[in-house]
């Protein structure tokens, strides 16, 4: 089964597309198939034996337009009449944001419409086309270039695309941030010094100016930005007050995962994380719930919440329970010993391996075959191995928690999952992020196994909700 997201372009000029698009990080993501991009030429599909595909508009007016049959039987060439998402490139387009990119990278093949002349005519747009976008309030010669610029946004949010140690998956738009300045060599360049706390070494006044500067440069410039982020600051300020039972809505807040929904005080709060279509909520009682209920996005797939009365509602509306949970946080800043040798992150060669042991009900809401494999591909799962031979895992889930935690039997009792968690925990507190991780109720040995590593535990229980069939119809 391919894992390849497939971009295909619709165009007069498909070598200006390719040109653009099979070089650098895009190009080596198609050398690898980790997408594939097929540019194909509009005129190759005209009836017209000198190979016209534009005529004059009826009513009148200046310029050309692309005709409807070349454009349709050329969509029609990629897609054999299937419902695949097809966007329109035009300044008429709602504008691409970086939710826009992301929304799209969950698709695993998209199609776009490049227009030149005057437009094209509006009854195969209307026929074909499931979103126009525009990348900005301007009017170029054609369609190729913007269309280049969203695969490209697009594509680098795709496992893989990046690479392990840059994965997409860990940024927000620098969480609603402008990015710091950055500096290289030389030190000194046209009478200008680089910042002496850049060459400190002290690390964290490192990170401390950083976030300083970012949080300067994006008042100054983008204060639409710079309030969303003071949004999300104060909401994580008043979930502290109980960090262990909020951590897991406080890390997707920092990491710039999730996204506020509803908020009217600390006792009442949704979250929605877009990428993997899983909101988070509390209620303060049952009218709460039924407020956080009805403000559950459409495409939403799993929710975790830590009050009877919200999950007993959304089970009622035909969600299944899975739990009870015992959530656990790390809030040490120490980085845990990894007292096993052979430990390294997962390939996708792995993926049986991993998916024998862990896609089934085990494996908790929302895990199969292609889940697994995003989390290898996103550098998110590591391996212990002893011999060559793989024996056991665990791994970091799409919405930041510890997880997918499993030692082969005749391996256990020897520190190796401590050691996988470890090492799980030791990448994320690089990163600056609180480990934390829910675990089954009746999995005893694992909550030992954490509270042997440093971490507490929360006082409230937990369920993860998945939306069923017979909700979503």
């Known amino acids: 089964m391919t894992t390849e997201m497939k971009f295909h372009v619709l165009t007069l000029f498909p070598h200006m597309v390719t040109g653009g698009l ?3 990080v895009t190009g080596r993501a198609a050398e690898k198939k980790i997408i594939s991009l097929n540019a194909v030429n509009i005129r190759d599909y005209t009836a017209d034996k000198h190979g016209k ?3 004059y508009p009826y009513g009148g007016g200046a310029g050309m337009l692309m005709q409807a049959q070349p454009v349709f039987d ?3 060439s990629v897609t054999g009449g299937r419902n695949i998402r097809t966007i329109y490139v035009t300044p008429q387009g709602v504008p691409f944001t970086q939710k826009t990119a992301r929304e799209l990278s969950r698709e695993r093949e998209l199609v776009f419409l490049c227009g030149h002349y005057e437009g094209i005519d ?5 026929k074909v086309v499931t979103d126009s976008f525009s990348i900005g309030d301007y009017i170029l010669t054609g369609g190729e270039l913007p269309a280049m610029v969203m695969i490209d946004a697009i594509a680098r949010l795709i496992p893989g695309v990046l690479g392990n140690q840059a994965s997409p998956e860990e940024e927000s738009f620098h969480n609603d941030l402008l990015e710091y300045p950055q500096y290289s060599r030389p030190e000194q360049w046209h009478g200008r010094k680089v910042p002496e ?3 400190s070494g002290n690390h964290k006044k490192v990170t401390e100016w950083r976030l300083e500067q970012a949080k300067q440069r994006t008042s100054a410039r983008r204060p639409d930005l710079y309030r969303k982020y003071q949004e999300k600051q104060q909401l994580i300020k008043r979930l502290a007050v109980h960090k262990r039972n909020n951590i897991h809505m406080m890390e997707g807040l920092a990491r710039g995962q999730a996204e506020i929904l509803y908020s009217d005080a600390v006792s009442t709060v949704l979250l929605h994380n877009r990428r993997c279509k899983t909101c988070m909520a509390i209620a303060a009682d049952e009218a709460a719930g039924i407020t956080i209920a009805e403000k559950l996005p459409e495409d939403t797939e799993l929710v975790m919440v830590s009050d009877f009365c919200l999950k007993e509602l959304l089970v009622q509306r035909r969600f299944k329970a899975y739990g009870p949970y015992v959530q656990m946080l790390y809030t040490r800043r120490e980085v845990l010993p990894v007292r096993y040798r052979d430990i390294r992150p997962l390939t996708p060669d792995h993926l049986p391996y991993v998916c024998g042991r862990y896609c089934d009900d085990a494996g908790g809401p929302g895990v199969d075959s292609e889940y697994i494999r995003a989390r290898i591909q996103a550098g998110a799962m590591y391996g212990a191995f002893a011999e060559e031979r793989i ?6 889930h799409s919405e930041g928690s510890l997880g997918m935690l499993f030692v082969e039997e005749p391996f256990r009792r020897q520190g190796i999952a401590a050691a996988l968690e470890a090492c799980a925990v030791n990448r994320m507190l690089e990163k600056g992020w609180t480990p934390y991780g829910q675990i089954s109720a009746e999995n005893t040995a694992s909550i030992k196994l954490q509270e042997k ?4 535990r929360a006082e409230k229980t937990f369920w993860w909700l998945e939306k069923t069939l017979a909700n979503s119809t």
């Open 22 to 24: 099979l070089t650098g």
């Open 53 to 55: 595909v534009d005529d």
């Open 74 to 76: 050329a969509w029609k």
């Open 122 to 126: 509006e009854r195969v747009l209307e």
């Open 197 to 199: 706390v850049l060459l």
């Open 391 to 396: 024996v056991g895992f665990a791994g970091i």
């Open 453 to 456: 590593l440093g971490f507490y």
